[in-house]
Protein backbone atom coordinates (compact mmCIF):
# COMPACT_ATOMS: atom_id res chain seq x y z
CA UNK A 1 0.00 0.00 0.00
CA UNK A 2 2.61 2.30 1.22
CA UNK A 3 4.66 1.90 -2.26
CA UNK A 4 1.57 2.00 -4.28
CA UNK A 5 0.53 5.58 -2.68
CA UNK A 6 4.23 6.91 -3.06
CA UNK A 7 4.14 5.75 -6.88
CA UNK A 8 0.79 6.91 -7.75
CA UNK A 9 1.31 10.12 -6.15
CA UNK A 10 4.79 10.54 -7.95
CA UNK A 11 3.51 9.81 -11.55
CA UNK A 12 0.64 12.76 -10.49
CA UNK A 13 3.24 15.05 -9.36
CA UNK A 14 5.77 14.47 -12.15
CA UNK A 15 3.49 14.09 -15.14
CA UNK A 16 0.74 16.91 -14.26
CA UNK A 17 1.23 18.84 -11.22
CA UNK A 18 5.38 19.92 -12.05
CA UNK A 19 4.38 20.83 -16.12
CA UNK A 20 1.08 22.98 -14.68
CA UNK A 21 3.20 24.99 -12.17
CA UNK A 22 6.58 24.92 -13.57
CA UNK A 23 7.55 26.44 -17.29
CA UNK A 24 10.66 24.59 -17.21
CA UNK A 25 12.57 22.18 -15.08
CA UNK A 26 16.00 22.17 -16.35
CA UNK A 27 18.49 19.17 -15.10
CA UNK A 28 22.28 19.61 -15.28
CA UNK A 29 25.11 16.95 -14.80
CA UNK A 30 22.65 14.45 -14.12
CA UNK A 31 25.23 12.22 -15.91
CA UNK A 32 27.91 12.80 -12.56
CA UNK A 33 24.92 10.73 -10.79
CA UNK A 34 26.48 7.07 -10.23
CA UNK A 35 24.61 4.21 -10.78
CA UNK A 36 23.75 1.00 -8.75
CA UNK A 37 25.16 2.50 -5.38
CA UNK A 38 23.81 3.82 -2.32
CA UNK A 39 23.57 7.78 -2.73
CA UNK A 40 22.66 10.41 -0.47
CA UNK A 41 21.51 13.56 -1.84
CA UNK A 42 22.88 16.89 -0.05
CA UNK A 43 20.24 19.03 -1.34
CA UNK A 44 19.75 22.96 -0.92
CA UNK A 45 16.49 24.13 0.88
CA UNK A 46 15.08 27.79 -0.56
CA UNK A 47 11.72 27.01 -0.85
CA UNK A 48 10.07 24.44 1.49
CA UNK A 49 8.24 21.41 0.52
CA UNK A 50 8.33 22.24 -2.96
CA UNK A 51 12.37 21.33 -3.07
CA UNK A 52 11.12 17.79 -2.41
CA UNK A 53 8.59 17.83 -4.87
CA UNK A 54 11.08 18.72 -7.51
CA UNK A 55 14.06 16.73 -6.89
CA UNK A 56 11.71 13.82 -5.83
CA UNK A 57 9.38 13.56 -9.29
CA UNK A 58 12.93 14.13 -11.49
CA UNK A 59 15.10 11.47 -10.27
CA UNK A 60 13.71 8.63 -12.07
CA UNK A 61 13.75 5.51 -8.39
CA UNK A 62 11.79 6.38 -5.51
CA UNK A 63 13.64 8.42 -3.11
CA UNK A 64 13.44 8.44 1.09
CA UNK A 65 13.05 11.97 2.41
CA UNK A 66 14.62 13.20 5.71
CA UNK A 67 11.51 15.28 7.69
CA UNK A 68 11.30 17.34 10.22
CA UNK A 69 9.78 15.51 12.86
CA UNK A 70 7.04 18.04 14.01
CA UNK A 71 5.12 16.84 10.37
CA UNK A 72 4.48 13.79 12.04
CA UNK A 73 2.24 15.06 14.80
CA UNK A 74 -1.35 12.60 14.89
CA UNK A 75 -1.79 9.47 13.88
CA UNK A 76 -2.54 10.27 10.40
CA UNK A 77 0.09 12.33 9.53
CA UNK A 78 2.22 9.47 11.01
CA UNK A 79 1.04 6.88 8.69
CA UNK A 80 0.63 8.91 5.77
CA UNK A 81 4.03 10.34 5.75
CA UNK A 82 5.34 7.17 6.79
CA UNK A 83 3.93 5.67 3.42
CA UNK A 84 5.40 8.42 1.74
CA UNK A 85 9.08 7.42 2.46
CA UNK A 86 9.38 10.28 5.08
CA UNK A 87 12.12 9.33 7.80
CA UNK A 88 11.51 11.74 11.06
CA UNK A 89 14.22 13.38 11.97
CA UNK A 90 14.48 15.91 15.46
CA UNK A 91 15.71 19.19 15.29
CA UNK A 92 17.61 21.19 18.03
CA UNK A 93 14.97 24.22 17.68
CA UNK A 94 11.81 21.89 17.82
CA UNK A 95 12.54 21.27 20.90
CA UNK A 96 12.29 22.75 23.74
CA UNK A 97 15.36 24.60 25.58
CA UNK A 98 16.79 22.20 28.11
CA UNK A 99 14.90 19.12 26.77
CA UNK A 100 18.01 15.86 26.07
CA UNK A 101 16.95 14.49 22.29
CA UNK A 102 18.21 12.02 20.40
CA UNK A 103 18.25 10.98 16.44
CA UNK A 104 19.52 7.30 17.04
CA UNK A 105 16.04 6.01 15.63
CA UNK A 106 16.71 8.35 12.15
CA UNK A 107 20.26 7.32 12.38
CA UNK A 108 19.58 3.55 12.27
CA UNK A 109 16.78 3.73 9.70
CA UNK A 110 18.67 5.90 7.23
CA UNK A 111 21.74 3.26 7.31
CA UNK A 112 19.29 0.17 6.81
CA UNK A 113 18.01 2.14 4.07
CA UNK A 114 21.20 2.82 2.61
CA UNK A 115 22.33 -0.79 3.24
CA UNK A 116 19.51 -2.48 1.25
CA UNK A 117 20.19 0.38 -1.95
CA UNK A 118 17.59 3.32 -1.14
CA UNK A 119 18.87 6.45 -1.53
CA UNK A 120 17.64 9.50 0.02
CA UNK A 121 17.54 13.13 -0.14
CA UNK A 122 18.69 15.46 2.61
CA UNK A 123 17.88 19.00 3.31
CA UNK A 124 21.94 19.90 4.59
CA UNK A 125 21.04 23.22 5.78
CA UNK A 126 18.38 21.96 7.90
CA UNK A 127 15.99 24.66 7.35
CA UNK A 128 14.23 26.67 4.60
CA UNK A 129 14.69 30.46 4.01
CA UNK A 130 14.37 32.04 0.69
CA UNK A 131 17.54 34.23 1.34
CA UNK A 132 19.65 33.38 -2.18
CA UNK A 133 22.03 31.99 0.21
CA UNK A 134 24.13 29.18 1.29
CA UNK A 135 23.72 28.58 5.15
CA UNK A 136 26.17 26.61 7.22
CA UNK A 137 25.71 23.07 6.76
CA UNK A 138 25.14 20.73 8.82
CA UNK A 139 27.39 17.54 9.80
CA UNK A 140 24.14 15.01 9.81
CA UNK A 141 24.85 14.40 5.89
CA UNK A 142 28.56 13.09 6.47
CA UNK A 143 28.17 11.30 9.54
CA UNK A 144 24.60 9.40 8.06
CA UNK A 145 26.96 8.34 4.85
CA UNK A 146 30.10 7.48 7.17
CA UNK A 147 28.46 5.95 9.86
CA UNK A 148 26.81 3.67 7.29
CA UNK A 149 30.34 2.78 5.77
CA UNK A 150 31.09 1.77 9.11
CA UNK A 151 27.95 -0.79 9.78
CA UNK A 152 29.46 -2.14 6.41
CA UNK A 153 33.07 -2.36 6.91
CA UNK A 154 33.61 0.46 4.16
CA UNK A 155 32.40 -1.90 1.35
CA UNK A 156 28.75 -0.48 0.57
CA UNK A 157 30.22 2.36 -1.55
CA UNK A 158 27.46 5.00 -0.52
CA UNK A 159 28.14 8.51 -2.55
CA UNK A 160 27.37 11.64 -1.50
CA UNK A 161 25.67 13.66 -4.88
CA UNK A 162 25.82 17.75 -3.86
CA UNK A 163 22.54 19.21 -5.57
CA UNK A 164 21.97 23.31 -6.07
CA UNK A 165 18.27 24.16 -6.69
CA UNK A 166 18.10 27.34 -8.82
CA UNK A 167 15.05 28.93 -8.79
CA UNK A 168 13.60 31.82 -11.17
CA UNK A 169 11.30 34.25 -10.26
CA UNK A 170 9.10 33.01 -6.83
CA UNK A 171 5.67 34.78 -6.44
CA UNK A 172 4.58 35.10 -10.17
CA UNK A 173 3.41 32.63 -12.98
CA UNK A 174 5.10 29.54 -14.25
CA UNK A 175 8.78 30.22 -12.38
CA UNK A 176 11.21 27.66 -13.35
CA UNK A 177 13.84 25.56 -11.56
CA UNK A 178 17.63 24.37 -12.53
CA UNK A 179 18.28 21.08 -10.69
CA UNK A 180 22.30 21.39 -10.85
CA UNK A 181 24.20 17.98 -9.83
CA UNK A 182 27.54 18.81 -7.89
CA UNK A 183 30.73 15.95 -8.03
CA UNK A 184 30.30 12.96 -5.88
CA UNK A 185 31.35 12.64 -2.82
CA UNK A 186 32.73 9.00 -2.02
CA UNK A 187 32.36 8.23 1.98
CA UNK A 188 34.46 5.31 1.76
CA UNK A 189 37.57 6.89 0.66
CA UNK A 190 37.85 8.72 4.11
CA UNK A 191 37.97 5.62 6.17
CA UNK A 192 41.17 6.48 7.35
CA UNK A 193 40.66 9.51 8.37
CA UNK A 194 37.45 8.40 10.04
CA UNK A 195 39.32 5.89 11.82
CA UNK A 196 41.70 8.59 13.50
CA UNK A 197 39.44 11.70 13.95
CA UNK A 198 35.63 10.55 13.24
CA UNK A 199 34.37 14.30 14.29
CA UNK A 200 36.96 15.98 11.85
CA UNK A 201 36.38 13.52 9.03
CA UNK A 202 32.70 14.44 9.17
CA UNK A 203 33.50 18.47 8.74
CA UNK A 204 35.50 17.68 6.57
CA UNK A 205 33.11 16.14 3.82
CA UNK A 206 30.59 18.86 5.22
CA UNK A 207 32.89 21.40 3.91
CA UNK A 208 33.53 19.47 0.75
CA UNK A 209 29.78 19.19 -0.01
CA UNK A 210 29.90 23.23 0.61
CA UNK A 211 32.29 23.50 -2.09
CA UNK A 212 30.89 21.29 -4.84
CA UNK A 213 27.25 23.18 -4.08
CA UNK A 214 28.57 26.86 -3.96
CA UNK A 215 29.98 25.73 -7.74
CA UNK A 216 26.21 25.90 -9.21
CA UNK A 217 24.37 27.82 -6.82
CA UNK A 218 23.19 31.32 -7.32
CA UNK A 219 24.04 33.68 -3.96
CA UNK A 220 23.57 37.01 -3.10
CA UNK A 221 24.91 39.49 -0.16
CA UNK A 222 21.28 40.51 0.56
CA UNK A 223 17.68 39.78 -1.92
CA UNK A 224 17.41 43.90 -2.74
CA UNK A 225 20.56 43.13 -5.01
CA UNK A 226 18.60 41.16 -7.09
CA UNK A 227 16.70 42.97 -9.56
CA UNK A 228 19.44 45.44 -10.26
CA UNK A 229 21.51 42.47 -10.81
CA UNK A 230 19.32 40.97 -13.11
CA UNK A 231 18.29 44.02 -15.01
CA UNK A 232 22.12 44.43 -15.63
CA UNK A 233 23.23 41.44 -16.79
CA UNK A 234 20.45 40.88 -19.15
CA UNK A 235 20.51 44.27 -20.73
CA UNK A 236 24.20 42.91 -21.05
CA UNK A 237 23.98 39.45 -22.36
CA UNK A 238 20.69 39.71 -23.50
CA UNK A 239 19.84 37.09 -21.54
CA UNK A 240 16.85 35.73 -20.22
CA UNK A 241 15.14 32.91 -19.05
CA UNK A 242 11.79 33.16 -20.37
CA UNK A 243 12.82 31.07 -23.50
CA UNK A 244 12.85 27.66 -23.99
CA UNK A 245 16.35 27.17 -25.88
CA UNK A 246 17.89 29.57 -23.02
CA UNK A 247 19.58 27.58 -21.06
CA UNK A 248 19.06 27.77 -17.25
CA UNK A 249 22.20 26.97 -16.42
CA UNK A 250 23.96 29.48 -18.22
CA UNK A 251 21.57 32.46 -16.95
CA UNK A 252 22.42 31.46 -13.42
CA UNK A 253 26.45 31.52 -14.74
CA UNK A 254 26.02 35.04 -15.73
CA UNK A 255 24.18 36.54 -12.79
CA UNK A 256 26.85 35.03 -10.49
CA UNK A 257 29.53 36.03 -13.14
CA UNK A 258 27.72 39.76 -12.74
CA UNK A 259 27.66 39.36 -8.86
CA UNK A 260 31.93 38.26 -9.05
CA UNK A 261 32.25 41.00 -11.47
CA UNK A 262 30.40 44.29 -9.44
CA UNK A 263 32.34 42.77 -5.87
CA UNK A 264 35.47 43.49 -8.05
CA UNK A 265 34.32 46.95 -8.74
CA UNK A 266 35.45 50.09 -6.94
CA UNK A 267 32.89 52.26 -5.04
CA UNK A 268 33.66 55.09 -7.76
CA UNK A 269 33.20 52.92 -10.58
CA UNK A 270 30.18 50.92 -9.04
CA UNK A 271 28.48 54.32 -8.39
CA UNK A 272 29.31 55.46 -12.20
CA UNK A 273 27.33 52.31 -13.48
CA UNK A 274 24.54 52.64 -10.99
CA UNK A 275 24.07 55.97 -12.03
CA UNK A 276 23.66 54.76 -15.91
CA UNK A 277 21.04 52.47 -15.05
CA UNK A 278 19.49 54.51 -13.41
CA UNK A 279 19.11 56.92 -15.81
CA UNK A 280 18.26 54.48 -18.62
CA UNK A 281 15.70 52.87 -16.26
CA UNK A 282 13.88 56.35 -15.99
CA UNK A 283 13.86 56.96 -19.72
CA UNK A 284 12.69 53.75 -20.60
CA UNK A 285 9.95 54.38 -18.13
CA UNK A 286 8.65 57.70 -19.37
CA UNK A 287 8.24 56.57 -23.01
CA UNK A 288 6.66 52.95 -21.64
CA UNK A 289 9.12 50.61 -23.37
CA UNK A 290 11.45 47.96 -22.75
CA UNK A 291 15.14 47.14 -23.05
CA UNK A 292 14.25 44.18 -24.92
CA UNK A 293 13.11 46.21 -27.85
CA UNK A 294 17.09 46.97 -28.48
CA UNK A 295 18.20 43.52 -27.99
CA UNK A 296 20.11 41.89 -30.86
CA UNK A 297 20.80 45.70 -32.36
CA UNK A 298 17.45 46.19 -32.29
CA UNK A 299 15.38 44.58 -35.06
CA UNK A 300 12.52 43.57 -33.51
CA UNK A 301 11.32 47.02 -34.10
CA UNK A 302 13.58 48.46 -37.33
CA UNK A 303 10.61 46.62 -39.69
CA UNK A 304 7.88 47.97 -40.67
CA UNK A 305 6.37 44.92 -42.41
CA UNK A 306 7.42 43.15 -39.05
CA UNK A 307 5.38 44.60 -37.07
CA UNK A 308 2.20 44.87 -39.18
CA UNK A 309 2.59 40.98 -39.75
CA UNK A 310 2.52 40.71 -35.62
CA UNK A 311 -0.20 43.11 -34.77
CA UNK A 312 -2.37 41.41 -37.37
CA UNK A 313 -1.57 38.60 -35.48
CA UNK A 314 -2.40 40.07 -32.38
CA UNK A 315 -5.81 41.79 -33.59
CA UNK A 316 -7.20 38.38 -34.37
CA UNK A 317 -6.07 36.52 -31.14
CA UNK A 318 -7.31 39.21 -28.89
CA UNK A 319 -10.54 37.98 -28.38
CA UNK A 320 -9.66 34.53 -27.56
CA UNK A 321 -6.65 36.22 -25.13
CA UNK A 322 -9.01 38.20 -23.09
CA UNK A 323 -11.49 35.34 -22.68
CA UNK A 324 -8.68 33.58 -21.48
CA UNK A 325 -6.91 35.80 -19.41
CA UNK A 326 -9.89 36.51 -17.55
CA UNK A 327 -10.39 32.47 -16.97
CA UNK A 328 -6.84 32.21 -15.53
CA UNK A 329 -6.25 35.45 -13.72
CA UNK A 330 -9.35 34.67 -11.64
CA UNK A 331 -7.79 31.49 -10.10
CA UNK A 332 -4.34 33.14 -9.96
CA UNK A 333 -5.52 36.18 -8.08
CA UNK A 334 -7.29 33.68 -5.34
CA UNK A 335 -4.55 30.94 -5.17
CA UNK A 336 -1.75 34.28 -4.19
CA UNK A 337 -4.13 35.76 -1.92
CA UNK A 338 -4.69 32.91 0.06
CA UNK A 339 -0.52 32.14 -0.22
CA UNK A 340 0.37 35.76 0.86
CA UNK A 341 -2.64 34.85 4.11
CA UNK A 342 -0.42 31.50 5.02
CA UNK A 343 2.69 33.44 6.00
CA UNK A 344 5.08 36.65 5.52
CA UNK A 345 7.97 34.09 4.96
CA UNK A 346 8.94 34.17 1.04
CA UNK A 347 9.70 30.63 1.49
CA UNK A 348 6.00 28.75 2.54
CA UNK A 349 4.09 31.49 0.65
CA UNK A 350 6.23 31.19 -2.24
CA UNK A 351 5.94 27.56 -1.64
CA UNK A 352 2.31 27.57 -0.93
CA UNK A 353 1.17 29.73 -4.30
CA UNK A 354 3.26 26.78 -6.44
CA UNK A 355 0.96 24.20 -4.46
CA UNK A 356 -2.36 26.45 -4.52
CA UNK A 357 -1.83 27.10 -8.38
CA UNK A 358 -1.43 23.12 -9.34
CA UNK A 359 -5.08 22.25 -7.12
CA UNK A 360 -7.35 25.40 -7.48
CA UNK A 361 -6.68 26.18 -11.51
CA UNK A 362 -7.95 22.64 -12.17
CA UNK A 363 -10.88 22.99 -9.98
CA UNK A 364 -11.85 26.31 -11.88
CA UNK A 365 -11.05 24.36 -14.94
CA UNK A 366 -13.95 22.08 -13.88
CA UNK A 367 -15.74 24.83 -12.96
CA UNK A 368 -15.72 26.26 -16.16
CA UNK A 369 -16.60 22.63 -17.94
CA UNK A 370 -20.10 22.88 -14.99
CA UNK A 371 -21.42 25.98 -16.16
CA UNK A 372 -20.67 25.34 -20.00
CA UNK A 373 -22.68 22.08 -19.44
CA UNK A 374 -25.50 23.95 -17.74
CA UNK A 375 -25.92 26.99 -20.13
CA UNK A 376 -25.86 24.68 -23.63
CA UNK A 377 -26.54 20.99 -21.92
CA UNK A 378 -24.71 17.62 -22.82
CA UNK A 379 -21.12 16.77 -22.75
CA UNK A 380 -20.47 16.69 -26.42
CA UNK A 381 -16.54 14.94 -26.81
CA UNK A 382 -15.21 18.54 -27.48
CA UNK A 383 -15.50 19.82 -24.07
CA UNK A 384 -13.50 17.17 -22.40
CA UNK A 385 -11.02 17.98 -25.36
CA UNK A 386 -11.24 22.15 -24.15
CA UNK A 387 -11.15 20.25 -20.52
CA UNK A 388 -7.90 18.26 -21.45
CA UNK A 389 -5.85 21.31 -23.03
CA UNK A 390 -7.08 23.81 -20.89
CA UNK A 391 -3.30 23.83 -19.36
CA UNK A 392 -2.01 24.90 -22.90
CA UNK A 393 -4.42 28.50 -22.77
CA UNK A 394 -3.05 29.06 -19.74
CA UNK A 395 0.51 29.06 -20.80
CA UNK A 396 -1.10 30.85 -24.25
CA UNK A 397 -2.99 33.58 -22.10
CA UNK A 398 0.06 34.44 -20.36
CA UNK A 399 3.07 34.02 -23.43
CA UNK A 400 0.54 36.10 -25.32
CA UNK A 401 0.22 38.60 -23.09
CA UNK A 402 3.86 39.02 -22.78
CA UNK A 403 3.91 39.01 -26.63
CA UNK A 404 1.11 42.09 -26.53
CA UNK A 405 4.07 44.14 -24.31
CA UNK A 406 6.94 43.80 -26.27
CA UNK A 407 4.67 44.44 -29.80
CA UNK A 408 3.55 48.02 -28.12
CA UNK A 409 7.10 48.35 -27.08
CA UNK A 410 8.17 48.34 -30.44
CA UNK A 411 5.73 50.12 -31.88
CA UNK A 412 6.79 52.72 -29.49
CA UNK A 413 10.05 52.67 -30.24
CA UNK A 414 9.70 52.89 -34.06
CA UNK A 415 7.69 55.44 -34.13
CA UNK A 416 9.72 57.38 -31.51
CA UNK A 417 12.93 56.62 -34.14
CA UNK A 418 10.14 58.45 -36.71
CA UNK A 419 8.75 61.08 -34.90
CA UNK A 420 11.44 62.20 -32.01
CA UNK A 421 14.74 61.15 -33.31
CA UNK A 422 16.66 63.07 -30.67
CA UNK A 423 14.86 61.21 -27.96
CA UNK A 424 15.83 57.36 -29.26
CA UNK A 425 19.04 58.55 -30.24
CA UNK A 426 19.62 59.59 -25.99
CA UNK A 427 18.32 56.42 -25.42
CA UNK A 428 20.12 54.46 -27.58
CA UNK A 429 23.01 56.58 -26.96
CA UNK A 430 22.60 55.97 -23.05
CA UNK A 431 22.57 52.04 -23.13
CA UNK A 432 25.40 51.95 -25.41
CA UNK A 433 27.11 53.84 -22.72
CA UNK A 434 26.50 51.05 -20.14
CA UNK A 435 27.82 48.87 -21.96
CA UNK A 436 30.88 50.34 -23.02
CA UNK A 437 31.23 50.88 -19.31
CA UNK A 438 30.97 47.45 -18.71
CA UNK A 439 33.62 46.52 -21.37
CA UNK A 440 36.01 48.87 -20.45
CA UNK A 441 35.90 47.77 -16.88
CA UNK A 442 36.32 43.97 -18.04
CA UNK A 443 39.08 44.56 -20.22
Not at 126 to 148: D, H, M, N, P, Q
Not at 209 to 230: G, H, M, R, V
Not at 310 to 318: D, E, G, K
Request: some cysteine.
Amino acid sequence: MGNLLYKTIRFFVKYVYLKLVFYKVEKTGWEKIPKDVPILFAVTHPLMYIDALVLGCSYNKPLYFITKSTVFKGKFNKWFFKKLNMIPVVRKQDVPKGQPFSNKDMFKHCINTLTEGGDILIFSEGTSIWERKLRGLKSGTARIALETEVANQFQLNVHIVPVALNYTHIGSVFPSVSIEIGDPIKANEYKEDYESNSGKTAQEITKKIEEEILKSYFTLPNLEAEAPLIQSVTMYTETTPFKRKQSLKDYFHYLNKGLDFLEELSENQLNTIKEKIENYSALLKKQKIKDETFWNNGKSHQSLWTLFFRSIVAILVLPFHCVNWVLNKIPYKISKSIALKSSNEMEVWGANLIALCGVIFPIFYFTYLMMAYYLWGGFPWYYFLVMLIFPFFTYASYFFNNYLNFLVSDWRVFLLSKQNKTTYQSIKEERKSIIDAIDLIIN
